[in-house]
């Protein structure tokens, strides 16, 4: 994974923050991902985030798998702590990391098959756990970086770039994370960033395991047969000097809207979305479930705060009745009490 340093330059009159901080503290590297890419979308929505709530960048920790997605990490708050797991296991990492230091804010950046395929049971298990953290799926529908295979959160019945139709029913993980019991569960656009915003502070705010589906197309891999943009369409139409690939520039899908919208994508389908009213009811999950399922059927991706459970339930470290000081903080004389401690606690067991 290969990252451009951005200059630090930055503008003297650009806004600052309540610690003095401007928006560009908060970036990371350049990005290398695909011109027009949703995920650096949502990048710009995590530094607008985090910049809008005086995080302190020491005071966050940064984790992913592996993927197109797991690039993300390294585009925004340079400064703070980072960690790029192997792929589908980040939840543990970071379950790790959280139980060693409590004080930090967790947040992960995961794709739809890195968090649904090979690490659907570590995500499993940290919503089970309530991990004190937010995590971020960047879904996308394909592998990005092994050439645009179906994930398992791909509807069925797409086609792939190759034509191909998708047999296998999706993985939806707004309602597998209210299956398991998430205390906050929401869902985005990439391009809808006066959304996203909003949704990604309340889940750093959130005191347990926090997930937002962001849906965020790839440019890349939605140049299917029939696409005039594809590859061997270009190939066929144009005289070529050489044959060689490339990534066709393309900008990224935003788009402003009130209660629905239906979303052109660069391959010519269509993304429905719609929004949550005010009077939805985010503390009752069953009502949550079954409104999801039923906008899926009728082809609509629901956006906004789906499910919110009261502040703390069962949170991981009220559950294990953890010290309140981080793990790593504690002196040494309290890790290691001596002998008698020892031997009074190994008692207990003979």
Same mark, same amino acid.
């Given at each position: ?154 509807? $069925?019945?797409?086609? @792939?770039?190759? %034509? *191909?139709?998708?047999?296998? !029913?999706?993985?939806?993980? =707004?309602?597998? #994370? &209210? ?125 906004? $705060?789906?499910?919110? @459970?009261?502040? %703390? *339930?069962?949170?991981?470290? !009220?559950?294990?009745?953890? =010290?309140?000081? #981080? &793990? ?23």
């Amino acid at each position: 994974m290969t990252s451009i340093t951005k200059p630090k330059v930055a503008h003297p009159s650009l806004p600052r923050n309540d610690l003095g901080l401007t928006r560009r503290d908060y970036e990371g590297s350049m990005s290398t991902l695909c011109a027009g890419c949703g995920h650096d979308s949502v990048t710009a929505a995590i530094v607008e985030a985090v910049w809008g709530l005086s995080m302190r960048p020491q005071d966050l920790v940064k984790l992913s798998g592996i993927g197109c997605s797991s690039k993300t990490t390294a585009y925004f708050v340079g400064a703070a702590h980072g960690f790029n797991s192997v792929h589908g296991r980040m939840p543990s990492v970071a379950s790790g990391a959280n139980a060693a230091n409590r004080t930090l804010k967790y947040i992960g950046i995961s794709g739809d098959g890195d968090s649904l395929s090979i690490g659907l049971g570590q995500l499993s298990h940290a919503i089970r756990r309530n991990l004190d953290m937010l995590y971020v799926i960047e879904n996308n529908g394909v592998y990005g970086l092994t050439k645009g295979q179906f994930s398992a959160s791909a509807d $069925l019945g797409t086609k @792939s770039k190759k %034509g *191909e139709a998708n047999l296998q !029913t999706a993985i939806d993980p =707004v309602l597998l #994370a &209210l299956t398991l019991g998430a205390g906050f569960v929401a869902r985005g656009f990439s391009g809808d960033k006066a959304q996203l915003i909003p949704l990604i502070q309340a889940g750093l705010r959130h005191p347990g395991f926090a997930i937002i589906d962001v849906l965020s197309p790839c440019v890349t891999f939605n140049d299917h047969e029939g696409s005039t943009k594809s590859y061997q369409y270009t190939r066929d139409h144009y005289h070529a000097a050489v044959e060689t690939d490339f990534v066709p520039r393309a900008t990224a899908i935003e788009v402003n809207y009130e209660a629905s919208a239906v979303v052109p994508l660069h391959d010519g389908s269509q993304l429905r979305l719609r929004k949550l009213d005010g009077a939805f009811d985010t503390s009752n999950r069953a009502a949550a479930y079954a409104h999801i399922a039923a906008k899926l059927q009728e082809g609509e991706h629901v956006t906004g $705060l789906i499910h919110a @459970s009261a502040a %703390g *339930e069962h949170e991981m470290h !009220t559950q294990n009745h953890t =010290v309140t000081t #981080a &793990l790593n903080a504690l002196p040494y004389a309290e890790l290691n009490p001596g002998q008698a401690a020892l031997s009074k606690l190994m008692a207990r067991y003979c």
